[in-house]
C-alpha cells in the first residue's frame, strides 16, 4: 500500500520537480516581455473610465540638411478626439514632445517609462510642448472637462 503524501509539506524532491517544470515552462512559453506594462495599462483605463485612443499613423521623416536630427511623427485618434505627436530627440536620453490635439485647452498627462508623471495645458488651438522627457516607453491621458479621458496605448519615443 502506498502513502498518501499530498496533504504532506514540500520536500527537496518536490521544489526540485517544480523548479525544472518553471524552466521547462520558461522555454517553451516565456511570458511576454511587456505583460507587466500591459497589464498596468488594462488596469488604469479600467480604473479611469478612459477611452482608448488607436494608433492611426507613424512617421518618420528623413534626416534633411544642416543640423542632422531624426523627428517621428506619431497619430492617435478616437471619435471625439485627434491627437498628434512629434517626437524629437534632444540629446543621448531625452526628447521632446510637441503634441497637437484637437480639444484645446485639455490637460495632458505624460507618464514616462521611469514611471515619473508630467503634466501640461494644451492652449486653446490644442498645442502643448514637454521637453527633457526620457527616452522609452511613454503613454498619454488627455482630459478635457465633460469628456471621457482619453489614454494612449504606450509607445516609444
Same mark, same amino acid.
Given at each position: 500500500?502506498?502513502? !498518501?503524501?499530498?496533504? $504532506? ?5 518536490? $521544489?526540485? /520537480?517544480?523548479?525544472?517544470?518553471? $524552466? ?15 497589464? #498596468? ?5 479600467? +480604473?479611469?473610465?478612459? %477611452? *482608448?485612443?488607436?494608433?492611426?499613423? +507613424? ?10 536630427? %531624426?523627428?517621428?511623427? /506619431?497619430?492617435?485618434? =478616437?471619435?471625439?478626439?485627434? /491627437? ?19 480639444? #484645446?485647452?485639455?490637460?495632458?498627462? *505624460? =507618464? ?6 508630467? %503634466?501640461?495645458?494644451?492652449? !486653446? ?6 521637453? $527633457? ?11 478635457? %472637462?465633460?469628456?471621457?479621458?482619453? *489614454?494612449?496605448? #504606450?509607445?516609444? /519615443?
Amino acid at each position: 500500500m502506498t502513502k !498518501d503524501t499530498a496533504a $504532506e509539506p514540500l520536500d527537496a524532491l518536490d $521544489e526540485e /520537480i517544480l523548479a525544472a517544470l518553471r $524552466e521547462l515552462y520558461s522555454r517553451a512559453d516565456p511570458c511576454p516581455a511587456d505583460l507587466v506594462d500591459r497589464v #498596468g495599462f488594462a488596469l488604469t483605463v479600467r +480604473q479611469l473610465h478612459a %477611452e *482608448v485612443a488607436q494608433l492611426t499613423d +507613424q512617421y518618420v521623416p528623413t534626416r534633411g540638411l544642416g543640423t542632422p536630427t %531624426e523627428a517621428r511623427t /506619431i497619430s492617435f485618434s =478616437t471619435d471625439e478626439l485627434g /491627437i498628434m505627436l512629434t517626437v524629437t530627440h534632444a540629446g543621448r536620453d531625452r526628447s521632446r514632445l510637441d503634441g497637437w490635439l484637437t480639444w #484645446g485647452g485639455a490637460v495632458v498627462q *505624460v =507618464t514616462s517609462a521611469d514611471g515619473s508623471v508630467r %503634466e501640461t495645458t494644451a492652449d !486653446d488651438d490644442g498645442r502643448f510642448v514637454l521637453d $527633457e522627457l526620457p527616452r522609452g516607453q511613454t503613454r498619454l491621458l488627455v482630459s478635457n %472637462e465633460g469628456s471621457r479621458p482619453v *489614454v494612449t496605448p #504606450g509607445f516609444t /519615443i
